[in-house]
């Protein structure tokens, strides 16, 4: 097969550079043939020094994200990032809407990388992919979509609001429960004196009565999200 062969008119002695004319899909591999100027051309390759070039193609770049999930406050959890490339990219992303960060993925076809998801309050964070450009050189930047959002579910302690202490009037004690979680059903644990487990409680609060004299502990159990114990009632 014979090579397409283009002219180029350089226009400065320092370094110059141009677009290919036949604009590649593929790499593709260039030769300097000939140099000429208004009075000579010179056809002695060896004396051009550097006489080739190599331009290398690449695809826009591309990235996913997963990790979608619901967990407990103060359990761990991670949102993943894959580079589907043989070649290092960097990944830019937003939580919630904020400001822009970014990651870096090695290259080998379907490298990872995590970042950890804060747990330690509750709330919605949702991972939203940006765009996606080459580590080195940076080149071809595109923008790209998906997004992982993570629910943590936050279970506040049980506050005392008050309580009824056993005197010459009643026989047994009552303790009412609030700062309970306000929607859904849940599961109310308590330990101490007597132990008991009471499920499919709902409301921002409980009242606790038949209580013997003694000490109490109790907690909250949603869908397998505890809450811290309030303790010595």
């Given at each position: 097969t014979t090579a397409a062969q283009y002219s180029v008119t350089v226009t400065s002695k320092d370094n110059f550079s141009f677009t290919p004319a036949d604009i590649p899909t593929?790499?593709?591999?260039?030769?300097?043939?000939?140099?000429?100027?208004a009075t000579c051309t010179n056809l002695l390759v060896s004396s051009f020094g550097d006489s080739g070039a190599n331009l290398i193609v690449r695809p826009i770049p591309t990235a996913t994200i997963k990790g979608t999930t619901t967990v407990c406050r103060g359990t761990t959890s991670f949102i993943t990032f894959t580079n589907p490339q043989t070649v290092a990219v960097v990944v830019t992303y937003t939580i919630n809407g904020g400001a822009n960060t970014t990651i870096s993925i090695v290259g080998g076809g379907g490298a990872t990388a995590t970042v950890i998801v804060p747990t330690t309050v509750g709330g919605t964070f949702v991972y939203d992919l940006v765009s996606v450009v080459y580590a080195s050189p940076s080149i071809c930047s595109s923008p790209i979509t998906g997004s992982a959002t993570v629910t943590v579910t936050a279970i506040d302690t049980p506050v005392l609001d008050s309580s009824i202490d056993i005197n010459c009037v009643v026989s047994t004690g009552t303790v009412v429960l609030t700062n309970l979680p306000a929607t859904g059903t849940y599961t109310l644990n308590r330990t101490g004196t007597s132990s008991a487990t009471t499920t499919g409680l709902s409301g921002a609060m409980q009242i606790i009565s038949g209580l013997a004299a003694g000490t109490y502990n109790f907690s909250i159990n949603r869908a397998g999200c505890i809450s811290q114990v309030l303790s010595g009632v």
């Open positions: 593929t790499n593709t591999g260039y030769t300097l043939v000939s140099i000429t100027n």
